[in-house]
């Protein structure tokens, strides 16, 4: 019973990089969420998916974009890396329907330093 | 504005002691919330959630938490706490719009718990 899974678990980059984190998740939630985590602030939203084919923006949504293809896979990606993305990130998911509503599953985190 | 603010920082308590860790949210905030854990170099953890029904929620570890819809909090509390209580606790919550529970999930900033012996 994996939940969800990001991919890689750390990475470095440098300054003007693109890469990609993959979220996976097996227990067919709608919704699916990307945070990263600063030191002091707490978890911010970066975008969220209500479903396949819709994303919205969350509070933090600058210098990333995303996409969600499938059910099962959100992945979040950063165009031209700039120190201040240096950051955790989370991904994590939920089942919400009327008159039903989990909690947030989350993923283990994405160490990312940009140097 | 959509807000959830979690009034404190970092709380530093004995072992054996009792802890509360304060949690508001803001009116567009859906009474859909949730305390979560972090442990050191770990992901999240669900310790509670209150979704509807008794204002009084128990969770996992012997924390509890108490909606209180006129005061629009959500206090955590642990009336015995343990060197193993030491971690970040995060509350959460749902926000609302017009049509309802958008499902978009929104964290206050965290509450570091230093348990000392």
């Known amino acids: 019973n994996a939940g969800v899974t990001q991919t890689p678990k750390f990475r470095i980059l440098k300054i003007g990089q693109s890469m990609t984190l993959q979220c996976t998740q097996d227990?067919?939630?709608?919704?699916m969420y990307w945070y990263r985590q600063d030191p002091g602030m707490g978890l911010k939203l970066i975008y969220y998916s209500v479903g396949a084919g819709i994303t919205d923006k969350g509070e933090v949504p600058n210098g990333y974009n995303v996409s969600r293809s499938t059910t099962e896979d959100f992945p979040l990606r950063l165009e031209l890396a700039a120190p201040s993305q240096t950051s955790v990130y989370f991904c994590?998911?939920?089942?919400?329907?009327?008159?039903?509503?989990?909690?947030?599953?989350f993923g283990q985190g994405t160490r990312l330093t940009v140097v | 504005a959509q807000s959830v603010t979690q009034l404190d920082s970092q709380v530093p308590v004995f072992e054996e002691a009792p802890v509360e860790l304060r949690c508001n949210y803001s009116s567009s905030v859906s009474v859909y919330l949730f305390w979560y854990v972090q442990y050191p170099n770990q992901g999240l953890q669900l310790l509670l959630k209150y979704l509807s029904g008794s204002t009084l929620v128990k969770g996992i570890n012997g924390f509890e938490a108490e909606f209180n819809k006129s005061q629009t909090s959500f206090h955590l509390r642990k009336p015995s706490v343990h060197i193993s209580d030491t971690a970040e606790y995060f509350c959460?919550?749902?926000?609302?719009?017009?049509?309802?529970?958008?499902?978009?999930?929104?964290f206050g900033q965290g509450t570091t718990l230093q348990v000392k012996p």
């Open positions: 994590a998911s939920s089942h919400t329907r009327t008159g039903l509503n989990t909690e947030a599953f």
């Open positions: 227990m067919n939630h709608n919704y």
């Open positions: 959460a919550g749902k926000v609302l719009s017009d049509s309802g529970n958008t499902g978009k999930l929104i």
